[in-house]
Nanobody, 121 residues
Framework: QVQLVESGGDLVQSGGSLRLSCVASGSISSSNTMGWYRQAPGEQREFVAYITNGGVTNYVDSMKDRFTIYRDNAKNTVYLQMNSLEPEDTAIYYC???????????????WGQGTQVTVSS
């Protein structure tokens, strides 16, 4: 079993910055991908960015100039540095881990409980 705990969400003014953290614990495979999603009120959850254990990253186009994802494999922690925040970035941000299951030979997805980011205008 895997647990994910996010932190770092806060109320910030437009133009400000935040850094989100997500710590993974439990049976974590050496082959995994960690990422961030977000869900605004009344909207569906959307992809933000991911990073593989090898450091390969991918972002949604609209955020890649302002957000940076990185990880510390020794700490099983993924971060999301968010700069130039806008009110439209207000959402609950969820951490995701795609964990390789060698028995089933597929990836199993885990989610954190989310951390609230609110950007005021």
């Amino acid at each position: 079993q895997v647990q994910l705990v996010e932190s770092g969400g806060d109320l910030v003014q437009s133009g400000g910055s935040l850094r989100l953290s997500c710590v993974a614990s439990g049976s974590i495979s050496s082959s995994n991908t960690m990422g961030w999603y977000r869900q605004a009120p009344g909207e569906q959850r959307e992809f933000v960015a991911y990073i593989t254990n090898g450091g390969v990253t991918n972002y949604v186009d609209s955020m890649k100039d302002r957000f940076t994802i990185y990880r510390d494999n020794a700490k099983n922690t993924v971060y999301l540095q968010m700069n130039s925040l806008e009110p439209e970035d207000t959402a609950i941000y969820y951490c995701n881990l795609a964990n390789w299951n060698s028995r089933n030979r597929d990836y199993v997805a885990y989610w954190g409980q989310g951390t609230q980011v609110t950007v005021s205008s």
